[in-house]
């Protein structure tokens, strides 16, 4: 069975700062990865996703993420945060026979500061 | 281009009741999926339809079912509601069943809040 494990469940950070959230997972076949944001009392928003091809995927509002293999990880990187990208952001694993049957991490809450 | 809408957006039954939450998937997506989200916690995968049929099933009992229509738009049907029902359940659409080729990744609904007391 698959697993996702976000290690932050929050990370504060002053705005104009970089950040990186961070997301491994557990998988023993060849997977897709997103992650996605929720805003409060809102659905989940895409981000960025790795199907194949380059590691380094960039995404909507400045964001990227670069899937490593080797140590089964999928981080989220911005180089410079605003006080509007404070949400709850997720990352998500399904194998890829599963297709669009999504495993969630438990969520890092990002917190920008002024 | 509306997207995926669901319906009600809140709802609050008593413990054994029946619920029905309903979901219109964005236009031109065929597949739903079905996520539960209780508070501090990922989603976590209920089921998915395509082509009217139930394709994939998540860990939850058959007190969750779940039903989709010729026009794409789903059901959800929680039977004997629990305490521990509570929580947001998110509908998603997609245009096929997989993210990548042809297909599309999931598009999420803001989801329904249901509260069992």
């Known amino acids: 069975a698959q697993s996702v494990t976000q290690l932050d469940s929050q990370v504060p950070v002053f705005e104009e700062a970089p950040v990186e959230l961070r997301c491994n997972y557990s998988?023993?076949?060849?997977?897709?990865l997103f992650w996605y944001v929720q805003y409060p009392n809102q659905g989940l928003q895409l981000l960025l996703k790795?199907?194949?091809?380059?590691?380094l995927v960039k995404g909507i509002n400045g964001f990227e993420a670069e899937f490593n293999k080797s140590q089964t990880s999928f981080h989220l990187r911005k180089p410079s945060v605003h006080i509007s990208d404070t949400a709850e952001y997720f990352c998500?694993?399904?194998?890829?026979?599963?297709?669009?049957?999504?495993?969630f991490g438990g969520g890092t809450r990002l917190m920008v500061k002024p | 281009d509306a997207g995926v809408t669901q319906s009600p957006t809140h709802l609050i039954k008593t413990r054994g009741q029946q619920v029905t939450l309903r979901c219109s998937p964005k236009?031109?997506?065929?597949?739903v999926s079905w996520y539960q989200q209780a508070l501090g916690q990922g989603p976590q995968f209920i089921f998915q339809?395509?082509?009217?049929?139930?394709?994939q099933r998540g860990n939850f009992p058959d007190r969750f079912s779940g039903h989709q229509f010729p026009n794409y738009s789903s059901e959800l049907n929680v039977n004997a509601l629990l305490l521990g029902d509570s929580a947001l359940y998110l509908c998603?659409?997609?245009?096929?069943?997989?993210?990548?080729?042809?297909?599309?990744?999931?598009?999420f609904g803001n989801g329904t809040r249901l509260t069992v007391t």
């Open positions: 339809y395509y082509e009217e049929e139930e394709r």
């Open positions: 236009s031109g997506h065929d597949t």
């Open positions: 998603a659409s997609s245009f096929g069943l997989f993210p990548g080729q042809k297909g599309s990744p999931l598009h």
């Open positions: 998988s023993s076949v060849s997977v897709y």
């Open positions: 998500a694993v399904s194998d890829r026979p599963a297709g669009n049957m999504l495993t």
């Open positions: 790795y199907l194949s091809g380059s590691t």
